[in-house]
Every structure is written in C-alpha cells, then in structure tokens.
C-alpha cells in the first residue's frame, strides 16, 4: 500500500499504521462472525456446543426451545465457521468448531456473562 498524505496533517501520520491496516473484504469477514451472535438463543447454543457435543434434540431441550428453531440456529452458525457437525447413522451431532476464532469467541462470551466453564 502505498503512502496517503491525509487531508489535515496533525503531525502524527506516520504512527496510524495505514500501511498494515487489513482490507475492507477481512473486516467484512469479522463481521459477519459477529452477526452469528446477535441473537441470545444462539449464544446460549454456541457457549453449549463449546463444552459438549449434542443433537439437535437434546439441544433443543437443553435450551427450551423447538427443534426447528434450533436447527436454524445451528445452521447459522455452521454457515459462519463456528460450529461443526458429523453423522452417525440417522443422528447429527454438533459441537463447537477447533478454530481460533470459535475459542475466542467463547473466552469472550464466558467473560461477558461472568460464567465459569465446566470441569471437562
């Protein structure tokens, strides 16, 4: 990238790191992480799916909710990376996916909430 003289110099241009700042398409990207948590239900899902592995059945016990709704949930959150599932037989079975980001995301949750994670 190459040097942007700024409408108003205030003396410090050379320290705002212009040069290394991430493309428009990656801030995009983290975004659209963020999106997947806008919804309450989907936090509740996800911080679940971070300490076990379950069907969709339990799940929607777990969080009280109809198993449509949670599979919508869950398919959001399959679509944005942060959650992983496999088959066995008629059964699928979800759980948090082994990124970076997913474990992020759940120490960040877990310090919002003021939570502590369950023995494993």
């Known amino acids: 990238m190459e040097s942007r003289q700024l409408p108003h110099n205030h003396g410090e241009t050379d320290s705002l790191g212009l040069e290394t700042m991430p493309k428009v398409e990656e801030f995009q990207h983290v975004s659209d992480i963020f999106k997947q948590l806008g ?18 059945i ?29 088959r066995v037989g008629k059964e699928v079975y979800y759980k948090a996916a082994d ?15 003021e939570i502590a994670c369950p023995s494993l």
């Open 99 to 113: 990124t970076q980001q997913a474990q992020l995301l759940h120490r960040m949750i877990e310090k919002m909430v």
């Open 58 to 86: 339990n799940l929607s016990a777990m969080v009280e909710m109809s198993s449509p709704a949670v599979s919508h949930h869950l398919k959001q959150l399959k679509a944005g990376g942060l959650v992983v599932s496999r």
């Open 39 to 56: 919804d309450g239900s989907r936090i509740r899902i996800f911080w679940l799916l971070c300490h076990c592995e379950e069907c969709v």
